[in-house]
């Protein structure tokens, strides 16, 4: 008897259990995936990290008051249905003041982290793939750069971006913070030219650019991601410290530097205006922290926790 060709196929099909067919190949994205899914710090951090930015960005839509406005009634007052952060000497909410301050550092940080980790990926992959005198003065300059105080270099072009507002301040910021990451992609680039993909891109007419966008930018995208996660954090701390200084955000404006600033001097006598502040920046650097840390261990299986 012979058996049509359709039914054959069915019968062969019905005869192999799902657990024999093939699987489709895991990929390393789906792999990282995987192993964030299993990492308690991940979902830790970005839970918390999602609800700071969700109060910070539909907080002052739905809060009655604003950061701007005065209760000349409750002046000094602590922590109370009313003002759940209590106020300031001039009556000014607490609550709304951390949700605007907030605000400003969480842009501050997710605009300047990432550009830097951009600056830092075009610089020393361009330089690690040209070598020759291109890469020579490019790592002198990046070497001075190190060797200077950006701190106390930001706080000379203060009087720059002072009118400018804080956005300038952001980009000011991020100018001087990639210069680390542009090292370690310099060194990367530098042995991955070596590489044959690369050396066959290359003998086949591509240019440095689509050579280094196409071969060597994926290639080092997991230390640019893992350094512009953390990047985030280190520029709201940046921008914290400028402020509290008062070389960062100037009134009417306010940010979690400039109320840590304002309550340091009372936190003793009136520590609500200190430590709600302070305890929302810690919270905010705790989060992204173990964000950056779980993605690192994901991405880079030998590094962090999953040594030894």
Do not use: C
Not at 84 to 111: C, E, H, K, N, W
Request: hydrophobic share 55%.
């Amino acid at each position: 008897m012979v058996i049509p060709l359709e039914q054959s196929a069915e019968v062969a099909e019905l005869s192999v259990s799902a657990d024999q067919k093939p699987r489709k190949p895991l990929t390393r994205s789906r792999l990282v995936w995987q192993r964030l899914r299993s990492s308690k710090q991940f979902w830790i951090g970005s839970t918390v990290l999602v609800a700071i930015i969700l109060w910070a960005v539909i907080g002052p839509l739905v809060w009655p008051i604003s950061h701007t406005t005065r209760d000349y009634f409750s002046l000094n007052q602590g922590p109370s249905p009313a003002h759940p952060f209590g106020t300031d000497t001039l009556g000014y909410d607490l609550f709304a003041q951390t949700m605007a301050g907030l605000r400003i550092s969480l842009i501050v940080g997710f605009v300047a982290g990432p550009l830097a980790t951009l600056i830092a990926g075009f610089v020393g992959a361009i330089a690690g793939y040209v070598g020759g005198w291109s890469d020579k003065v490019i790592a002198w300059f990046i070497d001075l750069l190190l060797v200077l105080p950006a701190f106390f270099i930001l706080v000379l072009l203060f009087p720059f971006f002072r009118e400018s507002g804080w956005i300038v301040m952001t980009f000011f910021l991020a100018l001087f913070g990639w210069m680390i990451m542009a090292q370690v992609i310099r060194s990367q680039t530098r042995s991955l030219r070596e590489r044959e993909f690369v050396k066959a891109a290359r003998y086949m007419g591509f240019g440095t650019w689509s050579v280094v966008t196409r071969h060597v930018v994926p290639n080092v995208a997991s230390l640019l991601i893992i350094d512009a996660t953390l990047g985030v954090g280190a520029m709201i701390l940046a921008e914290t410290s400028l402020s509290f200084f008062g070389f960062g955000v100037q009134a009417p404006e306010v940010s979690l530097g400039t109320l840590i600033a304002a309550g340091n001097t009372a936190a003793a006598t009136r520590p609500w205006l200190f430590v709600f502040p302070a305890g929302t920046l810690v919270v905010l650097l705790l989060s992204l922290s173990l964000v950056g840390d779980a993605l690192r261990d994901a991405i880079d299986p030998t590094s962090g926790a999953n040594r030894g």
